[in-house]
């Protein structure tokens, strides 16, 4: 049902002292306001507490209003909701809050408009801090066994999966991810065969890894046969037919069972992962890293994401130095992704690889070389552009440490004189 939900907070309240602690005072100026807004009154009721403040409720044609007051605290919290059913009720609904702000007149406050019914997804990045997408239609919303899935189609960035809650990819911008996290290390690297990617079920990294003709095989390890499914029902967009791909090997298995046991090497390692929280959190810890460099053929390299500077710090800063304590070299670098609200940070980790030891002006040779197509984010400018960081992520990740001298091994590795 589409509708408006306005919440305020009033604090130290300079007005209305009398309909802090009279309910009748305040009963009579609520139905006023109501009236005057064109809102219609069903049904009331305000309670007076003995010796403290008021608390009432009025039913509406349209919905509610509620309101308590503490005169102890000059404090007000205000909750008003008008559904549009039959009409846009929005303007009365504010004309209300407006009319009772006025009366008390608070020197600080919050007020918020919750916008309800036209289906706007949250997701929290932390404690204090988020954002939202606008939903047109949920297409899908199911439990796979493992974690719950929701595909929704959006004005913004058309249909997005959402997993546990959090966005996860999109079909108008997933390049923005995808090529961050695909391109800088496999570009850097002279001449990538074999590819292993743990995660990544909608396709969208094994798509990219493809572009590179010198590859042979990409491994695709998910965890979710349920993604897998989803990604070839709505995300044709994100992995363009990889899954049909002779080079591509798909395995639905533990990326960490997988790691732990395997005996192949690879000349790139992309873990295109969830956040680390629950089960996922041993993908993010030393001893999976440590599985992941004995995979990596000489000159090999690591790419994965480390979450987001802005909202979570400690997380970034934590799986660097855990990477830190396994790779000899690691380059953190940063990008915005808009499907995740905010600016993210990815890394590259190898022995010998360093992908700042080549020019901007070898990439866009090795591009044109390549003919990698369809790319809309990366190119030798912005192969160095996201290394560029501001010095707060500096400080979080390079900054903690010295950065061993591999430039001359590194330009070596990455075939360059």
């Not at 204090?128 to 929704?152: A, C, M, N, P």
């Not at 991810?177 to 065969?193: C, V």
């Not at 802005?310 to 800063?317: L, S, T």
Request: with cysteine; glycine share 8%.
């Amino acid at each position: 049902m589409d509708g408006l939900h306005v919440v305020a907070n009033l604090n130290r309240c300079r007005g209305g002292a009398l309909c802090l602690a009279d309910a009748d005072a305040l009963r009579r100026f609520c139905i006023e306001s109501i009236n005057d807004s064109g809102l219609t009154v069903v049904g009331q009721l305000f309670h007076q507490f003995e010796g403290g403040g008021v608390t009432g409720a009025v039913v509406l044609a349209e919905s509610h209003l509620a309101i308590h007051t503490w005169p102890e605290l000059n404090s007000v919290t205000l909750d008003v909701y008008v559904c549009n059913y039959t009409q846009d009720n929005e303007a009365k609904a504010r004309r209300v809050v407006d009319d009772l702000m006025q009366l008390f007149r608070p020197e600080d406050y919050t007020r918020s408009d919750v916008p309800r019914g036209r289906q706007y997804l949250y997701e929290s990045l932390n404690p204090d801090y988020g954002f939202y997408i606008r939903s047109e239609k949920r297409l899908e919303e199911f439990h796979t066994g493992l974690q719950s899935l929701e595909v929704h189609e959006t004005p913004q960035f058309g249909r997005v999966l959402r997993l546990d809650g959090c966005f996860m990819t999109s079909q108008r911008e997933e390049f923005v991810y995808h090529e961050n996290l695909i391109h800088p290390a496999a570009t850097a690297h002279a001449n990538p065969k074999r590819v292993l990617i743990v995660g990544g079920g909608d396709g969208g990294a094994a798509e990219e890894a493809l572009k590179h003709p010198s590859v042979e095989q990409v491994t695709l390890v998910e965890l979710d046969a349920g993604v897998i499914d989803i990604a070839k029902k709505y995300f044709g967009e994100v992995h363009r037919g990889v899954f049909e791909n002779p080079r591509l090997r798909l395995l639905v298995a533990d990326g960490m069972k997988f790691l732990a046991g395997t005996r192949e090497t690879f000349d790139f390692i992309a873990l295109d992962l969830p956040d680390p929280i629950g089960p996922a959190t041993m993908l993010y810890e030393e001893p999976f890293f440590r599985d992941c460099k004995r995979a990596l053929a000489p000159g090999g390299v690591l790419a994965l994401h480390l979450g987001s500077p802005v909202a979570q710090p400690a997380r970034v800063r934590a799986h660097y130095e855990r990477l830190a304590n396994v790779f000899e070299l690691v380059r953190p670098y940063a990008m915005f992704i808009p499907l995740y609200g905010c600016l993210w940070s990815m890394a590259t980790c190898s022995d010998s690889l360093d992908p700042l030891a080549v020019p901007a002006a070898e990439i866009d040779r090795r591009i044109a070389r390549r003919d990698l197509p369809l790319l809309q984010y990366y190119n030798g400018a912005t192969h160095h552009g996201v290394f560029a960081l501001p010095k707060f992520v500096r400080a979080l990740t390079g900054g903690l440490r010295p950065l061993p001298k591999l430039v001359r091994r590194g330009r070596a590795a990455a075939g360059i004189k």
